[in-house]
């Protein structure tokens, strides 16, 4: 073998053996002690944070166009949309918490040990474009926020929303508990704030349950199925993928057969009940948007600002409009910081960079406020709606990217041993990420040909 070319060969595992063995966010892992004894839900308490830093993913700004425009234009069809890509997230979020704790790798630190340095290359493009585009709709949500609040104007937003760049930084250095508290905090206040909302539009809880229910034309419909995709990339995040299998990391749980088994099962519970906190989120959101705009006519809501307009009015709450943009803004904090995390295990588990935290935020931030600053300067506030919208679409277009090799890598016996998930869960898994692949490739068909 030529000595300048990478070592290829693999363990009894089918890791690469080039590739580095390094702890994922050594900085905190391992670093939330654990009850070594006591009642269940001591135990429980212990493990809960890492779930709702995954939930927020579920909740951010980019769900919010894709909700209102789903919600104002047909009503409840597409709340089986979000149940499915719920139901999927917390399928694939299991199974990214099990691979973290079983191999002691995050998912990209998994491709580099598993896949050339060519394909990895690619699979860090495709992360990398999923982060920023998840960084554009929080960009747009956060300057929104501010302009719907304190009457800032868009491009003065999206430069001020680049100096949370430090916020992460801030709350890291209080420790990882102190940054998860912080996240549930916020989350609190945008359950609350829905909550509001919800009782004051009082929908008909008949034909919100049918909602519930898949119908065909939802595939049929290339209007509706543009959103529907939205709402599965906006729910079923790629970079979610990534975090969640790092930051269950972050619990000293013993790295043996006993504490990885007990891990795997409270850090699936934690991330299944902080998911269906994100399904009641989703669903809120357009359900408010069905009861209020569609009911009233107005089927062309598809803009936050438009909502923030009309939701005191139809709804007669007066607070009802605040409510929504403080929890807009709550959204669009509360994502800035899980997807710098994200993007720091992206970039050190593909290609062994380490950056510090503010340096990576504040490129991804540039790369973010470019478009929103030049769509805003050309299009106005419209522009940035409807690039919040294909923010979700080419998120979801990367899911296939890293879907594919986590129930890849989960389904491997030699990658997992004991651990690894039963054929009829893979059976699932896979189906989902076929269906992932064949919505995508149809909506691919669809911008394409018409």
Not at 87 to 102: F, N
Not at 342 to 364: C, H, K, N, Y
Not at 436 to 447: F, G, Q, S, W
């Amino acid at each position: 073998m030529d000595a300048r070319s990478p070592d290829l060969t693999r363990d009894a595992a089918g890791w690469r053996n080039d590739a580095p063995m390094t702890k994922s966010l050594a900085e905190v892992n391992a670093s939330v002690a654990l009850p070594i004894a006591g009642v269940w839900w001591r135990r429980l308490l212990a493990f809960v944070g890492p779930g709702y830093l995954v939930s927020v993913g579920y909740m951010d700004p980019g769900n919010w166009a894709t909700d209102l425009a789903g919600g104002s234009k047909f009503g409840y069809t597409l709340l089986s949309v979000i149940l499915l890509s719920n139901l999927m997230a917390i399928l694939l979020q299991s199974l990214a918490a099990r691979l973290g704790i079983v191999t002691d790798r995050d998912l990209a630190r998994a491709c580099r040990g598993t896949y050339s340095p060519a394909v990895n290359f690619l699979l860090w493009l495709a992360c990398e474009a999923a982060i920023i585009a998840c960084d554009l709709a929080e960009v747009i949500g956060t300057a929104i926020a501010l302009k719907l609040l304190f009457g800032i104007p868009l491009i003065g937003g999206a430069l001020i929303a680049a100096l949370d760049a430090f916020l992460l930084l801030i709350l890291m250095n209080r420790g990882f508990r102190f940054l998860e508290a912080f996240v549930i905090a916020l989350l609190v206040v945008i359950a609350v704030c829905f909550t509001v909302q919800l009782a004051a539009a009082a929908p008909p809880v008949a034909e919100m349950l049918r909602g519930f229910v898949p119908k065909t034309e939802i595939f049929t419909n290339p209007e509706m199925l543009y959103i529907a995709i939205g709402i599965i990339g906006a729910t079923v995040m790629p970079h979610n993928l990534y975090l969640h299998s790092s930051i269950v990391q972050t619990r000293a749980y013993e790295r043996n057969d006993e504490g990885r088994r007990e891990a795997i099962k409270w850090a699936t519970t934690d991330s299944t009940i902080a998911l269906m906190l994100a399904l009641f989120i989703n669903a809120a959101i357009l359900v408010v948007a069905a009861a209020t705009f569609h009911k009233s006519g107005h089927s062309d809501v598809a803009e936050i600002g438009q909502a923030f307009e009309l939701l005191s009015p139809l709804l007669g709450l007066g607070i009802a409009s605040t409510l929504f943009a403080v929890a807009l803004l709550a959204s669009g904090l509360n994502s800035t910081v899980t997807a710098t995390l994200a993007g720091q295990i992206v970039m050190e588990g593909f290609l062994d960079l380490r950056l510090p935290s503010w340096a990576r935020r504040l490129l991804t931030r540039g790369i973010a406020i470019i478009p929103v600053i030049v769509v805003t300067a050309i299009y106005g506030e419209r522009g940035t709606a409807d690039l919040l919208v294909f923010s979700q679409v080419v998120l979801s277009m990367q899911l296939p990217f890293a879907v594919i090799p986590l129930v890849r890598f989960v389904s491997d016996r030699r990658k997992m041993g004991k651990f690894v998930i039963p054929v009829w869960v893979a059976a699932i898994a896979w189906i989902v990420a076929g269906i992932i692949v064949v919505l995508n490739l149809k909506l691919l068909a669809d911008t394409l040909f018409g």
